[in-house]
């Protein structure tokens, strides 16, 4: 079966050199490791955001990086959604634009609305469809941001550290509400993290950075649990 | 429950008093001001009238190319990295710094049918650009053209680039992401340039002169107007009317700019 995701780039900034190889199959997969260890690089590399100096990057089997071919698809093309640290929402828009925006699949303001609606009900934030972005808390930002990131119909989502900025009660129930969604859509994931209880309780796969390389990589095995019925991805009082 | 004092309540009695006197000037100067204008319109409407519309003829099409012209611009200067990008920035700030007259001058050996590439120029338009009103929104152009573009440049490049990252991995072609994201983030930047760049296209003078020359109901605009009647009693009701309609251009833009998209 053809991986989800397949990375073997390099790329020098400055001093650091990132020196990456790694394959990433179904399910959530974590890039863990010290800060300034080339993890948000390599997902901006793998989201197209920046070119390596060699290497190839391929997406289910399509290449879309390959510097001994001059192959660089754009990120537009790349079919990926992608959460960031901070949301990075659009702050002019609405959160229902911020999602129907990122929606690809189908045609027609209202058929896009209604896609964003059902997967802000997913991530539990229908009620802020009609907010703008500045009035919302960290934790409904980023919920707003994972519907955003998962409503295009993307072939791989890659998540910035996305709980990194937000304190512990609301990082412990994203985290429920991250993995949730993300099993239940059956779209692969790779997300970025430096807290070792974080990728040990998100992850299926633990790769391991340090200094720019992969250090090691483990699979976590999970005793198989219901799937959380649709709507209803975390648990308690939402942030 | 403390009720909440107004500033002159806060005020001694002295003070109070020149609050007040101040207050009352300033009112007494609008008042008289409004006045004045309206009189003043009613009893020279005649005079004033045509370079009022000569103005406004010249002014909304100017303000609208180097609008348009001066965001694109902005926009390039501040995106992209390309051969002549120097030189256009250069060029594109030369009407701050350089004389009325000098771009007069230059712009005549452009347009005017006399020369070379004005010859050239009149032909392909298939019309005269010197002399007429075409030459004087051609020449305001060029005098809100550097503001248009500088407010625009510095407002583009204070757009955070991460959020221009994230529409594009939503799959937002990148001319979606430069008309939906990075230009409605920078409007009210751009709003501020295009104001100044319309206050500038309705008062420039000196190129207008030598441009479009000074005939009455073509291209007398309002600056030109009050040069022209400098002795006689109409001048201060088209002064207070270009002030007017300059505060207008930069509120109504500055206005348009607070708007949420």
Request: proline share 5%; charged share 20%; glycine share 12%.
């Amino acid at each position: 079966m053809t991986p989800a995701l397949e990375v073997a780039v390099a790329r020098s900034i400055g001093e650091f050199e990132l020196d990456v190889a790694f394959t990433v199959e179904s399910g959530l997969s974590v890039l863990f490791g010290p800060s300034g260890a080339g993890k948000s690089l390599t997902l901006a590399l793998i989201a197209g955001l920046i070119r390596p100096d060699t290497g190839t990057i391929a997406i289910h089997g399509d290449v879309v990086t390959d510097c001994s071919r001059r192959i660089h698809v754009s990120t537009q093309q790349r079919r990926i959604g992608m959460v960031f640290q901070d949301g990075l929402l659009l702050p002019h828009r609405s959160v229902l634009d911020n999602v129907a925006l990122a929606v690809r699949q189908v045609r027609g303001r209202r058929e896009r609305r209604a896609v964003a609606g059902e997967w802000l009900q997913r991530v539990g934030a229908e009620e802020l469809a009609d907010r703008q972005p500045g009035s919302l808390s960290g934790g409904q930002r980023q919920r707003v941001a994972l519907a955003r990131g998962l409503a295009g119909d993307p072939a791989l989502v890659l998540l910035d550290e996305p709980l990194s900025a937000l304190d512990a009660a609301v990082r412990r129930e994203l985290r429920d509400v991250i993995r949730g969604v993300i099993i239940s859509s059956g779209v692969p994931a790779v997300l970025v993290t430096h807290d070792a209880e974080e990728a040990e309780e998100l992850g299926d796969v633990v790769i391991a950075y340090h200094d720019g390389r992969v250090t090691g990589t483990r699979s976590i095995e999970r005793p198989v649990r219901p799937e959380p019925p649709p709507g209803t991805p975390g648990s308690g009082e939402r942030t | 429950m403390r009720r909440k004092r107004t500033y002159a309540q806060t005020l001694g009695g002295r003070h109070k008093a020149a609050l007040l006197a101040v207050t009352a000037l300033v009112g007494f100067g609008l008042g008289f001001g409004i006045a004045h204008l309206v009189a003043g319109s009613i009893a020279y409407w005649g005079v004033v009238s045509g370079p009022f519309l000569v103005s406004l003829r010249v002014a909304i099409p100017a303000t609208v190319i180097a609008g348009i012209t001066g965001v694109a611009a902005g926009y390039a200067l501040a995106k992209g990295r390309f051969p002549g990008r120097s030189v256009l920035e250069t060029l594109g700030s030369l009407p701050l710094i350089l004389p009325p007259t000098v771009i007069g001058y230059y712009l005549l050996q452009v347009l005017s049918p006399g020369t070379r590439v004005g010859g050239f120029l009149t032909r392909v338009v298939g019309h005269v650009l010197v002399y007429n009103v075409i030459g004087c929104i051609i020449v305001a152009t060029v005098a809100a053209f550097p503001f248009c573009m500088r407010a625009a440049r510095a407002a583009i490049e204070g757009v955070d680039p991460g959020v221009e990252e994230a529409a594009r991995t939503m799959g937002l072609p990148d001319w979606r992401v430069a008309l939906q994201v990075t230009l409605p983030l920078a409007r009210r930047g751009i709003a501020s340039g295009l104001a100044i760049g319309s206050a500038r296209a309705l008062g420039e003078y000196g190129a207008t002169l030598m441009v479009g020359g000074d005939i009455d109901g073509r291209t007398r605009t309002m600056s030109l107007a009050i040069l022209d009647s400098f002795t006689t009693p109409e001048r201060n009701t088209m002064i207070l009317i270009l002030v007017l309609m300059a505060i207008s251009a930069m509120t109504g833009v500055g206005l348009l700019g607070r708007s949420r998209t």
